[in-house]
């Protein structure tokens, strides 16, 4: 059995043994072991401290109780009666994974004065099985199967809905205005299998007969190309949660007692509302939200109207005018006794938990230097409202087993998310500390607005659209405010970390199932990186936004987008969209130009 390491409150992971508190350590370029915490090393190790150590030597921050050989309960695990000299020092280190390649960092803790980690002392340990540090983990679950092409186009998606007390119950009608694109005897509509009620009228007021299958639903009615038609779609029940093998927190309809989060991302909004998961079919939408007594609601686009209602309860209308893929339609709402609306900057608004707004103003303090860095480069912004939703998610942590070739050790491990819904993108709470660590992940949901939102993937394979910007803009806005000499260090790692990986597919035509995994996400930001090289900042940040001119507002395939951004360059970014794009090894590292202009 699996000897646990419990996360401590200083950051550090340790157990209890009969020899002696047993410590997670990592190893330093510089050869040193120190305490590892969630940051990179060389290596990794236990390093084991005598049971009749003094007190202020040991990293041990155990309360009376428990004895030596019992695991100690979490909320055990707690500094009393030391001195503050005795105390873990704090410092900067690299945070781990995709992060950790985004280029910041988080404070942790390092050993007190008389803690120095001797090399004899550290037994190196090795990962078992497939356990990689900084490698992507995958959830043992189905891989949904792509959204099939319909025959219609929506225009615009007119919905309402109303959230019971505990927000996992829904009463919505959803009136869906389209057009045919080829004849059709059905208008399928995709939407998860929730409802326990389901009603369908056509615009004649009639009630067509629809039959569920693996996809949704299938409206009995026929349409010819360019024929309009409008489906009202009447529907109740209990939305359930979706889950992806590549994505470390359930998805969809995200329910507790004090919030509604709708988390789409991977998993498409027909788990929760009915219409088109094809990221190609996009729509303008106008969402009525009525919600509890002391609640308020937040969606997409523009609050048209605040309201309360005969009964206490409230009524929120948003309107989004700019089309938008069905995957980034997000409806949220809140218990107002538990979080609140913070104007960090003008017309900039987060909804946060209440306690948290020392944390959030300083988090997004940027915001408005961040927006002026992505205008700059990618031209003015798409749309006519921005916010951010700080709120808590069922997130997963994963397993990380190791052994020293005798026992075998377990620590659990959290992943960091934030998603990228239209003109609101969503982040996880615990990542807001305010000490500006979650910069590069804030401009990268920014960023989305115009690559993924205004110009988005045409299928969900196309990600390269969608993605390979906004994970470099978090490395351009760490060269921002770090300097260039880090920034060429970082993205020099960043390559490392995938240069003898073997890729199966290429960028252009990923495996659907490591869409998401962090060697993918690197590799499309080192796409970015070479383009930039190729093309000296001046004309990259140019092509970018020709690019967004271009598609603004429309869905585009990788190849679509390459060739765009190929004819503003004359026809010469042929060979290198080929090499990067088509091809399955990574090309070499793009190497520094001597005409790069000197953007700020």
């Given at each position: 059995?699996?000897?646990?390491?419990?996360?401590?409150?200083?950051?550090?992971?340790?157990?209890?043994?009969?020899?002696?508190?047993?410590?997670?350590?990592?190893?330093?370029?510089?050869?040193?072991?120190?305490?590892?915490?969630?940051?990179?090393?060389?290596?990794?190790?236990?390093?084991?401290?005598?049971?009749?150590?003094?007190?202020?030597e040991t990293l041990g921050?155990?309360?009376?109780?428990?004895?030596?050989?019992?695991?100690?309960?979490e909320e055990q695990l707690i500094a009393d009666g030391r001195s503050l000299q005795d105390l873990p020092k704090p410092k900067k280190v690299k945070r781990g994974?995709?992060?950790?390649?985004?280029?910041?960092?988080?404070?942790?803790?390092?050993?007190?004065?008389?803690?120095?980690i001797e090399p004899h002392e550290v037994r190196e340990l090795f990962f078992l099985e497939n356990d990689v540090q900084g490698k992507e983990i995958y959830r043992d679950v189905k891989l949904p199967k792509p959204p099939k092409a319909k025959p219609w186009r929506a225009k615009h998606y007119d919905v309402s809905l109303k959230i019971g007390p505990d927000g996992s119950t829904v009463s919505g009608r959803s009136l869906i205005h389209g057009y045919g694109t080829r004849p059709s005897g059905e208008i399928p509509l995709d939407l998860g299998h929730?409802?326990?009620?389901?009603?369908?009228?056509?615009?004649?007021?009639?009630?067509?007969?629809?039959?569920?299958?693996?996809?949704?639903?299938?409206?009995?009615?026929?349409?010819?190309?360019?024929?309009?038609?409008?489906?009202?779609?009447k529907y109740s029940g209990k939305p359930q949660p979706v889950s992806h093998p590549g994505v470390p927190s359930d998805l969809g309809w995200l329910s507790s007692d004090s919030s509604l989060v709708t988390f789409n991302g991977a998993a498409p909004s027909s788990s929760w509302l009915p219409g088109d998961d094809n990221p190609a079919n996009k729509a303008t939408y106008?969402?009525?939200?009525?919600?509890?007594?002391?609640?308020?609601?937040?969606?997409?686009?523009?609050?048209?109207?605040?309201?309360?209602?005969?009964?206490?309860?409230?009524?929120?209308?948003?309107?989004?005018?700019?089309?938008?893929?069905?995957?980034?339609?997000?409806?949220?709402?809140?218990?107002?006794?538990?979080?609140?609306?913070?104007?960090?900057?003008?017309?900039?608004?987060?909804?946060?938990?209440?306690?948290?707004e020392s944390q959030v103003h300083s988090e997004f303090k940027n915001h408005r230097r961040m927006m002026g860095f992505l205008e700059k480069r990618l031209g003015k912004y798409p749309f006519e409202t921005y916010g951010a939703i700080v709120t808590n998610l069922p997130v997963d942590s994963y397993k990380t087993r190791f052994t020293d070739g005798e026992n075998t050790y377990e620590a659990d491990s959290v992943f960091e998310i934030a998603f990228e819904a239209q003109t609101r993108p969503i982040f996880q709470a615990d990542s807001i500390t305010g000490k500006g660590d979650f910069e590069p992940t804030i401009i990268h949901e920014m960023a989305h607005q115009w690559y993924g939102n205004a110009v988005t993937n045409a299928s969900q394979d196309d990600v390269w659209v969608n993605e390979a910007f906004p994970s470099y803009?978090?490395?351009?806005?760490?060269?921002?405010?770090?300097?260039s000499e880090v920034f060429e260090a970082e993205m020099r790692g960043l390559y490392d970390s995938v240069k003898n990986h073997k890729f199966g597919d290429t960028m252009a035509r990923p495996n659907r199932d490591k869409l998401f995994s962090q060697e993918n996400y690197a590799r499309m930001t080192l796409s970015m990186h070479a383009l930039r090289r190729k093309l000296g900042d001046e004309?990259?940040?140019?092509?970018?936004?020709?690019?967004?001119?271009?598609?603004?507002?429309?869905?585009?395939?990788?190849?679509?987008?390459?060739?765009?951004?190929?004819?503003?360059?004359?026809?010469?970014?042929?060979?290198f969209f080929q090499r990067w794009l088509h091809e399955k090894e990574l090309p070499p590292y793009p190497e520094s130009r001597t005409n790069r202009t000197g953007w700020s």
């Open positions: 059995m699996p000897l646990r390491l419990i996360r401590r409150p200083d950051g550090a992971y340790a157990r209890k043994s009969a020899q002696g508190e047993e410590v997670l350590v990592s190893k330093k370029p510089d050869g040193s072991w120190d305490i590892y915490q969630n940051g990179s090393s060389e290596a990794l190790g236990i390093w084991r401290r005598p049971a009749d150590s003094p007190q202020k921050f155990w309360k009376d109780g428990p004895t030596i050989s019992e695991e100690p309960p994974g995709l992060l950790g390649w985004l280029g910041f960092e988080k404070t942790v803790y390092e050993s007190g004065p008389n803690g120095k929730f409802p326990g009620d389901l009603e369908v009228t056509d615009r004649s007021g009639m009630k067509p007969l629809f039959a569920w299958n693996d996809e949704g639903v299938k409206v009995r009615q026929t349409i010819s190309p360019g024929e309009e038609f409008s489906l009202e779609v106008d969402f009525q939200i009525q919600v509890p007594e002391h609640h308020f609601a937040v969606a997409n686009g523009k609050l048209m109207e605040e309201k309360v209602l005969p009964n206490g309860e409230k009524l929120f209308h948003y309107r989004s005018r700019f089309p938008m893929a069905s995957y980034l339609a997000s409806v949220n709402t809140f218990d107002e006794r538990q979080f609140a609306r913070t104007e960090v900057a003008p017309e900039f608004e987060v909804v946060h938990p209440r306690g948290m803009s978090g490395w351009l806005w760490m060269e921002e405010e770090k300097g004309q990259f940040y140019s092509t970018l936004k020709g690019a967004v001119e271009a598609h603004k507002y429309e869905s585009v395939s990788v190849d679509e987008l390459a060739h765009t951004m190929n004819q503003l360059n004359g026809g010469r970014l042929s060979g």
